[in-house]
């Protein structure tokens, strides 16, 4: 049985805290937030609730972290000394040098350090990996409305991480060059950003991110030799095109029909993405296998930073 807690109760430590405990061989500890009317959100009064972390951090094996990424680095850093797996909202923190140290006192320590890039997890996401091969163009689509939650974050961290963090890993070579426009509408941090990524292997990416759009999209598109693949975050839905050879003659005078292409829908098992990703961590704690991956959690957040620079002159 590990034994929990969940620092962070606003937007994602509720679900943090709801989808724990529908996960076997976990038991939640405990719950902070400095904002007691959010201790609501927990109706189990074997749950220790708390303003501040250290009230049960002693008693718990594993803690997860949904706070303002502002204060990731402290919390992460403290917990991590005191011998705790961590899982961490992304994005990891807000440079380099922290988010190494960080890893770095895990790999000493021994423990798990996970970044919660839960698209990752998505099933379609794990459906496209086994079917991408060799693309050539690569776009990205994720808007939604605002929320005063995340202005303290740009775009490229509150939301473009996600796909950076999925293209960087598709098309597994190294970045050559980066072009982004961008524009501040509600915050100074930056709201709206496009962003063209070519990879020394040829591959080229377009990344669109809007946090300020009147309705919510997240797909991706890949351009490959012999498909066209659709992918849909929302729904898990992945569609193929392929260009169909066959022609049909109809009629006395033989007319051809060509049929143009094939689409195909790929079936994709529905999980919960947040709820493997819990999971995925929980095992890692358990067994000590796939603890960290900080080569893979890094070059995300490093596009995303540089990103996130190249905002402020907006």
Known sequence: MVKLGIIGLGHMGAFHHSISQTIPNVELIGVSDPVIK???????????????????????????IAVPTTLHYDIAKDCLLKGKHVLIEKPLTKNLAEAEELFDIAKKNKLAL????????????QEIQKIVNEPYLIECQRIGSFSPRVQNDSVALDLMIHDLDLVLNLVDSPLKSMNMVGSKIKTDTGDLAVVQLKFENGVLANLTSSRVSQIKKRTMS?????AFIQLDFTTQEIYIHSRATASVKVGSKQMKYKQEGNIKRLFVYNENPLKSEIENFIKAVKTGKKVRNATHDMKALEVALELENLMRSC
């Open 38 to 64: 959010n201790w609501s959100k927990v109706k189990s009064p074997k749950i220790l609730k708390a303003k501040h972390y250290r009230k049960w951090l002693d008693i718990v094996d594993a803690v997860i």
């Open 114 to 125: 996970h970044v919660g890039h839960v698209e990752r997890f998505n099933g379609a996401v």
């Open 222 to 226: 890949i351009h490959q030799k012999d």
